[in-house]
């Protein structure tokens, strides 16, 4: 991604690529306005696909981890042990890819509920006269 930056004319100040830091953290920038620019219902579509491929390779990595021979023309072959650490290495990544997914979309969730309209009343003494106003909210007393 550097170097196709690079060849577009994105470069720092003294003619090198960018830092590799800050492309990271563009791509992330990127992708997170991309994800709230979704509506939250394309959000949960794509949620639900994501787990739906989740469970189908958890499913295959799954048998490589327990050893599960694959059948082939010329017999069964069995998962090396360093095949089984991988897999069971992946599946490691993937749920922790789903957690990470299923937060960032349940905060923009949240971010995007209406504010509540303050219905409560509370009575005001002021110099000898009583009036009523709305109750002021925590975040906004300090």
Same mark, same amino acid.
């Given at each position: 991604?550097?170097q ?6 994105y470069?720092t100040a ?9 492309v ?6 990127v ?7 979704? /509506? ?6 794509r ?16 048998? *490589?981890?327990e ?13 090396t042990?360093?095949?089984? *650490? ?26 995007e509920q209406?504010?509540?309209?303050l219905t409560e009343?509370?009575?005001? *003494?002021?110099?000898?006269?009583v /009036?009523?106003?709305?109750?002021i909210?925590?975040f906004?007393? /300090?």
């Open positions: 991604m550097r196709e930056l690079a060849l577009s004319g470069n003294h003619g090198l690529t960018l830092d590799w830091h800050y990271a953290k563009l791509a992330r920038k992708r997170t306005d991309n994800l709230v620019s979704l /509506s939250r219902e394309n959000r949960m579509t949620l639900a696909a994501l787990k739906e491929r989740h469970r189908a390779l958890t499913e295959k990595l799954t048998d *490589i981890v050893g599960k021979p694959a059948m082939t023309f010329n017999g069964a072959i069995y998962p042990h360093r095949e089984r *650490i991988a897999a069971a290495n992946t599946i490691l990544k993937w749920d922790m890819a789903l957690i990470f997914a299923e937060e960032q979309i349940n905060e923009l969730n949240h971010k209406p504010k509540k309209e009343t509370k009575t005001v *003494i002021l110099m000898n006269s /009036s009523e106003t709305k109750q909210p925590e906004a007393r /300090s």
